[in-house]
């Protein structure tokens, strides 16, 4: 099936700082990308959907400034965590479906950390 | 609006005990469902979809139908093992788009 990795794989970065989260697809090409957040016993919340070549859409309450995306190519998306605070510690998932109608595959998630 | 709704767990069972997660839906339209697993330290992965109502997913022994009339998609295997051990989710995909809604997950421990 098709493979969706994530980098790192866990980070802790200190108050104020930020943070770069990697996501690829590895074996096909998506124009779209997901990025969603995991709170510990909770269920993932989109945050946004990374378009390529245009500018990312933001979920109702997501701070896009803080949250910036960057779909670089039809491989790659990035989520930088701006001036992190410890609230913003979670696990930040990825997904991308192959195409159209198509079910996402996920990334291995990201566990951030901010002290 | 699009929502899931699961039970919640964490649930617990011997090894070879029936199975059943149960997962209702709102949506608008004619959404696909899905069931995702998550195994511990893994990112999510496909366990079974239906696309259309009376539509049945099955794999790895877990089936689901998919109810239109009662607007579920519950998950169910005859005889659990160690091994599937993780949390489940149940997610729903609007026709209109790649975009999906999750329930909450349900923790599954299956004791020897």
């Known amino acids: 099936g098709a493979v969706v990795s994530q980098h790192p794989s866990w980070v802790i970065c200190k108050s104020g700082t930020s943070v770069k989260i990697e996501c690829r697809s590895l074996?096909?090409?998506?124009?779209?990308m997901f990025w969603y957040r995991q709170f510990p016993k909770q269920s993932l919340m989109l945050m946004a959907t990374?378009?390529?070549?245009?500018?990312?859409?933001?979920e109702q309450g997501v701070e896009k400034d803080k949250f910036l995306i960057n779909h670089a190519s039809l491989t790659l998306s990035t989520l930088t965590v701006t001036s992190a605070h410890p609230e913003d510690s979670s696990f930040y998932i990825c997904?991308?479906?192959?195409?159209?109608?198509?079910?996402?595959?996920f990334g291995p998630g990201t566990r951030l950390t901010v002290t | 609006g699009n929502s899931v709704t699961q039970m919640e767990g964490p649930v617990t069972l011997s090894e070879e005990a029936f199975l059943t997660i149960n997962c209702t839906y709102t949506a608008t339209g004619y959404p696909s469902l899905f069931w995702y697993v998550q195994y511990p330290g893994e990112g999510l992965q496909l366990l079974l979809k239906?696309?259309?109502?009376?539509d049945k997913g099955s794999n790895k022994g877990f089936e689901a139908t998919y109810r239109k009339e009662t607007t579920s998609f519950h998950l169910e295997k005859g005889s659990v093992q160690v091994s599937d051990s993780a949390v489940y989710f149940c997610?729903?995909?609007?026709?209109?788009?790649?975009?999906?809604?999750f329930g909450t997950g349900t923790s599954l421990t299956v004791i020897p």
């Open positions: 990374s378009n390529e070549g245009s500018k990312a859409t933001y």
């Open positions: 074996d096909f090409q998506a124009t779209t």
């Open positions: 239906a696309t259309k109502a009376d």
């Open positions: 997904s991308a479906p192959p195409g159209q109608g198509y079910e996402q595959y």
């Open positions: 997610a729903l995909r609007t026709n209109t788009g790649n975009q999906f809604y």
